[in-house]
């Protein structure tokens, strides 16, 4: 399943994005959601790190 989200964007960023998704043949969408992903799995894994070392 998946939600529909909104996000605000500079717009040097929204160009980086317009140009990798077209260079890629990948949608805006797709790149967005794989970095927030990667994001998370970075972060959660230095929160229980942390939290292990506590």
Request: proline fraction near 0%.
């Amino acid at each position: 399943m998946s939600t529909t989200m909104t996000i605000r964007l500079d717009d040097d960023l929204k160009e980086q994005l317009d140009r990798l998704a077209a260079v890629t043949q990948r949608s805006k969408s797709f790149l967005a959601a794989e970095a927030i992903r990667e994001f998370i799995e970075l972060n959660e894994w230095q929160v229980q790190e942390i939290q292990q070392a506590i």
